[in-house]
């Protein structure tokens, strides 16, 4: 090992111990039975490493071209790391989707494996909570008074969300069965759970009475944002006037593709008819696991060997309904490979019939070739240092740029061969990821919406013509599902945008290679050098595939 692999090690192991919670998601192993400290000490020993890391990068030589560019990783995920700390990001962060409480119940899930479940892990974690929420909630009433609180509906839904746990603790627990931790996971489970009661009266009370009503956080904190979910710096209104012109070319396309399935009806028509086709349903959670289940292992058949040489580890996706709501999402396999690469599709009622004809680009940008070929082949990948190949949850813009990439590709590897399947991955992958580059924007700079759009010309962004923008292209998600996108668009300044613009870099990229290399580009040997570079920022992302 050189002495800059080294110093990745060691950080990967203090970074693990200190954010546990963080660690898990990111498939470190060794923290299985600790959660994150939540509480100032926490705070900012988590903020000295971050400055003592980037301290010793400094001195540490460095050797060749891989070391070079796993440097310049460290070095860019460190330096932002440290700007949201001086900022004070960190205190008082509460969120929709990312924040402590969603972190803290996701630590517990991935433990949740079924029969290979590590019980001592399980009850470690659950008597864990309510000192984790104890140094949260001292965290949050400093900041406080420090004039520094999240939007209020950031707590309402974080409250809600702590209010929703217990009953997953208590099922959670049941599972186990009769053993000799039973006692001991039941009265672990009761106490995490009056911690969550607890917590939730905290935020729904105190916490919200101080809370701002104003959502928008301004174009300071959104560049910061930026930086930290992309990798980049951006002209945000030539952004935002990419995102309407993108969204334009998307429903243009859109219209196109329903005429194909239903001559001479428009785009709305065409959308309810396949809602209601018995062709496009199928009835019940456990049926429609199955069904992506099957979805994901014939696309990894037909891909491997042809288009991507897929490692024998990765041939296989486990597809599972979570137990509380949580959207769809993707883990990768732990490092040790305990864990395999997961699917968590969110199903609102488990008995009712669930609409297909969009799921397949989902599971493409989810399974393969999207997350699941992306994160487990960086994963599996020993010519980068354990930082690079466990970094992915922290460059969303690579990540879920790479997931983007990954459903258009599908469409010109010919894969949706169903043309409702076409038109699922416009309206649900293109359409609503343009959609959220100019929401997001426009939501936390407060733009005007443009002459010419025909939506609300001329007036400013709020929450309500977010909603009213989303729910037209949303597709048929119920009003909780396009509300909780606002909530989490809010709460995650420039996280939403990291899709489109990520897709953007990677199809650049891709074309810049392609008029370089003429005759002699090949897609298969394209990917291959992108994905062996590991996750990155955009700006080094498009500098080294330039390079490549």
């Known amino acids: 090992m050189s002495a800059l692999d080294d110093l990745a090690d060691r950080y990967v192991d203090e970074f693990a111990a200190l954010d546990p919670c963080l660690a898990a998601m990111m498939g470190i192993a060794g923290q299985d039975a600790r959660l994150t400290d939540y509480g100032p000490d926490g705070l900012a020993a988590r903020a000295d490493l971050t400055r003592r890391t980037l301290a010793d990068l400094e001195r540490v030589p460095v050797e060749g071209e891989a070391g070079r560019i796993a440097a310049a990783v460290l070095r860019e995920r460190l330096e932002v790391e440290a700007a949201l700390d001086e900022a004070g990001v960190r205190e008082g962060f509460l969120d929709t989707t990312d924040g402590p409480v969603q972190q803290l119940r996701v630590a517990l899930e991935l433990l949740d494996q079924g029969p290979g ?40 839904r974080s409250a809600r969300e702590c ?43 105190e916490l919200a009475a101080r ?30 006037a990419w995102g309407w012109e993108e969204l334009a070319r998307i429903e243009s396309e859109m219209a196109g593709a329903a005429r194909e399935i239903l001559p001479g009806e428009p785009l709305p028509a065409v959308m309810a008819a396949l809602d209601a086709d018995p062709a496009h ?26 288009h991507f040489d897929i490692p024998a580890p990765l041939r296989r996706i486990e597809c599972r309904i979570p137990p509380v709501e ?36 989902t599971m493409f940008h989810e399974g393969v070739p999207g997350h699941h070929l992306q ?11 354990r930082f690079q190949r466990l970094s992915s949850e922290l460059h969303p813009g690579h990540c879920e740029g790479w997931g983007l990439y990954a459903e258009r590709l599908m469409d010109e590897l010919g894969h949706y061969r169903d043309p409702a399947h076409r038109l699922g991955m416009l309206a649900g992958g293109q359409r609503f990821r343009a959609a959220r580059v100019v929401l997001d ?51 995650r300044p420039a996280q939403a945008i990291a899709y489109k613009l990520g897709e953007r870099i990677w199809l650049e990229a891709r074309e810049e290679a392609r008029r370089r290399e003429g005759a002699g580009f090949d897609l298969k040997g394209f990917h291959r050098r992108a994905l062996d570079l590991g996750p990155m920022g955009l700006d080094l992302l498009r500098a080294e595939l330039a390079r490549s």
């Open 281 to 306: 349903r199928v009835s019940g959670a456990e049926v429609f696991r199955g069904w992506i289940q099957e979805l994901a292992d014939r696309a990894i058949a037909d891909l491997d060997g042809v």
């Open 163 to 205: 209010a929703e746990t217990p009953t997953y603790l208590a099922g959670l627990a049941a599972r186990y069965g009769d053993g000799p931790l039973l006692g001991a996971l039941e009265a672990a489970a009761s106490a995490a759970s009056a911690a969550l009661g607890e917590f939730a009266a905290f935020l729904s009370g």
């Open 211 to 240: 809370a701002p009503e104003r959502d928008a956080l301004g174009a300071d904190r959104y560049r910061l944002g930026v930086r930290d979910f992309l990798g980049t710096d951006l002209d945000l209104a030539e952004t935002y």
């Open 117 to 156: 479940t590590d019980w001592e892990a399980v009850h470690a974690r659950m008597r864990a909570l309510p000192g984790a929420l104890a140094g949260l909630r001292t965290s949050l009433r400093r900041a406080a008074g420090q004039g520094r609180v999240a939007a209020r509906r950031q707590v309402v």
């Open 326 to 361: 949580a959207g769809v999402y993707y883990l990768a396999p732990a490092e040790d490979l305990s864990r395999p690469g997961t699917v968590w599709w969110t199903v609102e009622d488990p008995s009712a019939d669930i609409v297909t004809w969009t799921v397949p680009t």
């Open 375 to 385: 994160l487990g082949v960086t994963t599996l990948n020993r010519g980068l240092n």
């Open 441 to 491: 924007i426009g939501l936390h700079l407060e733009l005007p919406i443009p002459a010419g759009t025909g939506f609300h010309e001329g007036e400013r962004w709020t929450p309500e013509l977010g909603f009213e923008f989303l729910r037209a292209r949303k597709g048929p998600d119920p009003d909780a599902a396009v509300a909780f996108e606002i909530d989490r668009y809010l709460g």
